[in-house]
């Protein structure tokens, strides 16, 4: 009886051992897999980084003319007030009228 319950326990260790080690080698290869894609991402990362830098760079330059841009543009329309209060005196969409 002793002999049969040992052995009945042996037999139950010995499966949830084997299971347990079943699982150890799927966890094994989940982990490689995780890694080779780690791998695979961090190239593609490293091969996007310059052109991300360009693009930053080429964000920055266009921020510079915008705002010279907007310069420009307020001083033209400064002109375009002075204009309208010392050449036309006020008239300048009569004249922009006739101009048509």
Known sequence: M???SYKKRFDFQQKIISRQSE???ELKSQVEKLERKIKEKDEII???EPMR???TES???HRKLKNEYRRIIDELKKMKEIMNVT???GRWRIIKFLIK
């Open 46 to 48: 490293n091969s996007v």
């Open 59 to 61: 964000i920055k330059e």
């Open 87 to 89: 050449v036309y005196k």
């Open 2 to 4: 002793n002999e049969k």
């Open 23 to 25: 699982q150890i080698d």
């Open 53 to 55: 830098m360009e693009l």
